[in-house]
């Protein structure tokens, strides 16, 4: 409420301070409280002015109005208040009776305000509404230039990109392309707007790209990304790295397309060409091993299309010789010539790659083994005509080893080394020629490269161990004379092997020399330890001396060194020595066993008869008996089965043996009849399992034991019932 | 609007909250969307005219307080169509050297404020959002104008309310302050829904009509806005509270005012 003159208020400063609690927050003044009021102070003493004028002019009120429009009184409550408060207040401020007519004056100096302020405030809103209008008018310019400077930029980047841009509808109009693309593809724009995307197929397209263009325009995805191949305006072909992108509308609707292409025809040429190098031997141009690597096992990612798969693994016969020969360049020249007629031997489901300096291979994939051996007969026909090279005139064979296995029951690996073993043999057996595989052969191959690769170790194991058979004399009453020591491996992955399995390999590979030195050792220790025991009971000690043994240096010097450390009297050790190993015409293993007869050790030769004997060396070397090999009895298991020659063979040994003071010993008794026999022809000691089986030495010192309780039938009951 | 300016649609057919703001003073700087707006808030809140004087009348006490510093330079950020009381007509008042750069993201409030500004070289107008600290401080007129080695008045009058939450304004109020030499001096005003809070919430309903929604906080969130200042005396209070002119009333129920006003020092 406006505070009036009743209030307390006298002259113009309380008219102001009425007036301006009047109209205070009204509208927005940026005047401070005091400085409000002195505004409206002025005002109102000029209003007085007019009021007293002696010459009463109410036009200057307008200008009153006018100025409060400009110092922005201009709320719509603003000029009712003033004219309220004006009209109470300013009578207060007029003398009646000086002034003349004194409410017609206020009358009409209020209206001239009034008309006044409505005259500025119409004014000043036609003012700023026009000001507001171009205010926008201007922002919208602005932002059009922006928009259009923009516009140009993206025209810009459109028409000058190296990458080719098309832009097409929702249906694959193509609607606009830029000039790289033009360029990239060799047609004109106006060609290129008269095409549609599904124009733009390759037959080798990857097969998804379309799906993914298809939920493109469908708008269920925003871009895809691939490389896609497009034929050019002239028939040529272009690698693209290809972005599609779905430009939507306000509304998220699917609009247009916008693909972009970026050409990489080069890069894709030249990753095909390194690829080319990477699986390929550079000297023949054949796949090489990583690329037949991948194909095999390709081939067994998918097993159920290729039920067999084969391998036919070449490796060619003297090619190092050529090499050395010839010269490398030679050798390399042939290699290519050769290559290039394997290659012809190769059907659509075989493939040749080169796996290492003359060693080729082939996959046949399905495979049969009739389809590997028609193979491989083609090879060694491709190769039986000679190969000319300038001046020579080559003749190679080469040798194959074919595997064809079924893909579910073997691995890679396991096909190769199946190939490897089958080829090996192949070579063994002569060369220029094939060999299929063979499951057993195999298996004992790969048995044997087992144990020689686990033999080192396996005598610091003690994965060797030493089982003893009982020698038993023929005639008297002893239980036991002699006992042979018989060499036994427990293998890890093999189980236990008995000697025939690994002694073999064992000279091969040279590690007969430690482990023969174990095994006197060892078994000397044992006779030791018996005769420590059993005094002059205790059986003689037998032990194998395998040839490469006799060969050895200092094994005369190493028996001595064995016999003296376990303390064992050289009488009570015999070592049996194969006929080969004696009969060699070398004087190193005739002085070894000359020196060991006079150290005083036993010698005899062990399977005798095996081999093609010369006898005359029986009375030159100094040996002292013949163990008979076990053949001579396998045709005599039971009484009615003899065969009459070899009876006589053996009873003529038997004699020709006694005649030269040689005693004699049957091995492999097994049956009474076989006893029955041996006994007959003379022979001096027995050994087989009609006695016993070999044993530990704790059975070997039971059965002594036994033997020095009880008086024992020397012949046992039962076969085996001693072992 | 996008915040690249990348748009012809100069929008006059929904309100704008600094026209709105105009018709609230008294001016005509508006269209019928406005002032339908406006009209509408005021049925709801007839208050809010005087509120909006009330906050237009701490701007003009905050820049004086801050010319009283020795402050003459000005970055009013959010500063909408320039009426009456500007700051720069406050601060030359005072010292007629004050420089002051004006920043709206409303391109009308732009367009117009250059209009009034056209010949005052101590004068200048950013088109930029005050979020984007990089286009508003690395711009040619800032550049021009203000020497930001020396302390400067960083005004965010009727402005952050204006900004979300998921905008993290906090953040943009920090970088500000990283770039504000010491002595420099934040105002800040800020709708609270402190004292009205029915009000309050039918009031940002309202305002989510326009291009421009309302967030609301509290004075302990207007107060964490002043990390790294220290707050000058009175600290965070409604409007009219804050230093009120000598022989000014302030109005007996001030939580009417539903504004917080502060004003801190850089340290």
């Known amino acids: 409420m406006t505070r009036g003159p009743h209030g307390g208020h006298e002259g113009p400063e309380g008219v102001a301070r009425a007036w301006a609690d009047a109209i205070a927050g009204t509208s927005f003044v940026p005047l401070k409280p005091g400085e409000l009021v002195a505004c409206l102070l002025g005002h109102t003493r000029r209003l007085a002015a007019i009021l007293h004028g002696s010459e009463f002019d109410p036009a200057q009120a307008r200008d009153v109005g006018v100025d409060l429009v400009s110092a922005h009184f201009t709320g719509a409550e603003t000029l009712g208040r003033t004219l309220d408060v004006l009209g109470e207040c300013l009578p207060l401020l007029v003398d009646a009776r000086v002034t003349p007519d004194a409410t017609r004056r206020l009358c009409r100096t209020l209206g001239a305000l009034a008309a006044g302020y409505a005259a500025a405030l119409r004014e000043a809103t036609i003012i700023e509404q026009e000001e507001i209008g171009r205010a926008v008018l201007l922002a919208r310019c602005e932002a059009e230039a922006k928009l259009l400077a923009s516009e140009k930029r993206f025209r810009a980047m459109f028409t000058e990109a190296a990458i080719g841009i098309g832009i097409g509808d929702l249906d694959g109009r193509i609607l606009e392309v830029n000039p790289a693309l033009t360029r990239m593809f060799g047609h004109s724009a106006g060609q290129f707007t008269g095409l549609n995307v599904s124009d733009m197929v390759h037959p080798d397209d990857a097969p998804d790209v379309w799906r993914l263009y298809e939920d493109l325009v469908l708008g269920r995805r925003d871009d895809f990304r691939t490389e896609k191949r497009f034929f050019r305006a002239d028939g040529s072909i272009i690698w693209t790295h290809l972005t599609v992108s779905l430009v939507r509308d306000e509304d998220g609707a699917p609009h247009y397309q916008v693909a972009m292409l970026e050409d990489v025809t080069e890069r894709v040429r030249l990753q095909s060409s390194v690829e080319h190098l990477a699986y390929h031997d550079p000297l023949t141009g054949l796949p090489n091993r990583a690329l037949f690597t991948q194909r095999l096992e390709a081939a067994f990612e998918t097993p159920i299309q290729f039920g067999r798969i084969g391998l036919c693994l070449l490796d060619l016969d003297g090619f190092k010789r050529i090499n050395d020969s010839l010269g490398h360049h030679v050798g390399d020249a042939l290699l290519v010539a050769i290559a290039e007629r394997l290659a012809s031997c190769c059907t659509a489901q075989q493939f040749v790659a080169r796996m290492s300096g003359d060693e080729f291979i082939f996959l046949a994939s399905p495979s049969t083994l009739r389809q590997l051996r028609e193979l491989a007969e083609r090879v060694l026909a491709a190769l039986s005509t000679p190969i000319s090279l300038g001046a020579h005139e080559l003749r190679v064979s080469a040798s194959l080893g074919l595997v064809d296995r079924e893909v579910a029951q073997t691995t890679p690996a396991d096909l190769m080394s199946a190939a490897d073993i089958t080829l090996y043999r192949a070579k063994r057996d002569g060369k220029g020629h094939y060999v299929a595989f063979d499951r057993e052969y195999t298996d004992r191959e790969r048995a044997r490269i087992t144990m020689s690769a686990t033999m080192p170790r396996a005598i610091d194991d003690g994965e060797f161990f030493l089982e003893y058979q009982p020698l038993v004399p023929l005639c008297g009453a002893a239980a036991m004379s002699g006992v042979e020591a018989l060499l036994r491996w427990r293998h890890p992955t093999l189980g236990l092997l008995g000697p025939d399995q690994f002694v073999g390999l064992t000279e091969e590979t040279g590690a007969i020399v430690p482990l023969g030195r174990w095994v006197l050792a060892t078994a000397c220790a044992q006779a030791r330890s018996w005769r420590a025991e059993f005094g002059d009971r205790a059986p003689l000690l037998s032990v194998n001396l395998a040839p490469r043994q006799l060969e050895e240096p200092d094994l005369v010097g190493e028996v001595a060194a064995i016999l003296a450390d376990t303390g064992l009297d050289p009488a009570h050790l015999q070592l049996e020595l194969t006929e080969q190993a004696v009969m060699r015409d070398e004087p190193g293993p005739i002085d070894a066993l000359r020196a060991l007869d006079r150290m005083g050790v036993r010698l005899v030769i062990d399977d005798f008869g095996t081999g093609y004997s010369n006898l005359s060396y029986l009375s030159r070397l100094p040996v002292h008996g013949l163990k008979l090999d076990a053949s001579f009895l396998t045709q005599i298991r039971t009484p009615e089965n003899t065969a009459h020659d070899d009876e006589l063979i053996m009873s003529t040994l038997v004699s020709l043996a006694h005649g030269l003071g040689l005693t004699v010993t049957a091995e492999g008794i097994e049956t009474r009849a076989q006893l029955v026999r041996v006994r007959s022809v003379g022979c001096d000691v027995g050994q087989g399992w009609y006695f016993a089986r070999p044993g530990t030495p704790e059975s070997i010192s039971s059965e002594l034991r036994a033997s020095s309780s009880t008086t024992r039938d020397a012949l046992p009951a039962e076969p085996g019932a001693a072992g | ?267």
């Not at chain 2, 600094?18 to 208050?47: C, K, Q, T």
């Not at chain 2, 200048?124 to 401080?137: I, K, Q, R, S």
């Open chain 2, 1 to 267: 609007m996008r915040s690249d300016g990348l748009s012809a649609d100069v929008e006059y057919d929904r309100p704008s909250a600094a026209r709105v703001y105009d018709y609230y003073l008294g001016g005509s700087h508006n269209f019928a969307v406005d002032r339908e707006m406006a009209r509408a808030a005021i049925a709801m809140w007839p208050e809010l005219p005087q509120i909006m004087q009330a906050n237009r009348a701490f701007l003009r006490r905050a820049v004086e307080f801050l010319v009283g510093q020795g402050i003459t330079q000005f970055l009013d950020i959010g500063s909408g169509i320039p009426t009456v009381g500007n700051v720069h007509e406050v601060a030359q008042a005072a010292e007629p050297d004050a420089r002051v750069v004006y920043v709206d993201i409303d391109p009308v409030a732009v367009a117009h404020s250059r209009e009034i500004l056209a010949g005052d070289e101590r004068t200048a107008v950013v088109h930029a959002d005050f979020l984007d600290v990089d286009a508003v401080l690395g711009s040619a007129e800032v550049a021009r104008l203000l020497d930001l080695s020396q302390p400067v008045g960083v005004l965010l009058v009727a402005l952050l309310h204006f900004v979300p939450v998921d905008a993290d304004p906090a953040a943009a109020v920090a970088r500000y302050r990283d770039t504000m030499a010491a002595g420099s001096y934040l105002v800040v005003s800020h709708a609270t829904q402190e004292g009205q809070p029915r009000r309050a919430d039918e009031h940002q309903a309202l305002y989510r009509r326009t291009s421009t929604p309302m967030t609301m906080r509290s004075r302990a969130e207007v107060a964490a806005l002043f990390t790294g200042f220290d707050l000058v005396a009175p600290g965070v209070v409604f409007l009219p509270q804050w230093r009120p002119d000598r022989d000014e009333v302030v109005d007996d129920r001030p939580e009417r005012f539903t504004g917080l006003a502060a004003v801190g020092r850089k340290n």
